[in-house]
């Protein structure tokens, strides 16, 4: 696999990857990825078909969802180590 180019996006690295016949996006921000395989549709073979495909009401729809990643890795986090979620303890002063 290697990466074909980019889209640009103010909160999203967006890169597009080639492998054999099938095309790739991946969109990232500084903690987790959402990745969409494209498969041998015809009409989203080319960069410049899949920055057309790249569009606002997708992209909106992909942060909210990178939002519900970060609440649920949160959740997760609190549920195995729930001590994590107890203050400092402070010793004890006569």
């Keep these: ?28 921000n500084e903690g987790y990825e959402i990745g969409f395989k494209l498969g041998m549709d015809e009409r989203l073979n080319t960069l410049d078909a899949v920055q057309r495909w790249v569009d606002q009401t997708l992209t909106e729809d992909l942060l909210q969802h990178l939002q519900v990643l970060h609440r649920s890795r949160l959740a997760a986090s609190s549920r195995a180590f729930p001590e994590a979620n107890v203050g400092p303890e402070f010793e004890e002063i006569i």
């Design 1 to 28: 696999m290697r990466a074909i180019g980019s889209i640009e996006h103010p909160y999203l690295k967006i890169t597009v990857f080639k492998s054999d016949e099938r095309l790739s996006v991946k969109f990232e």
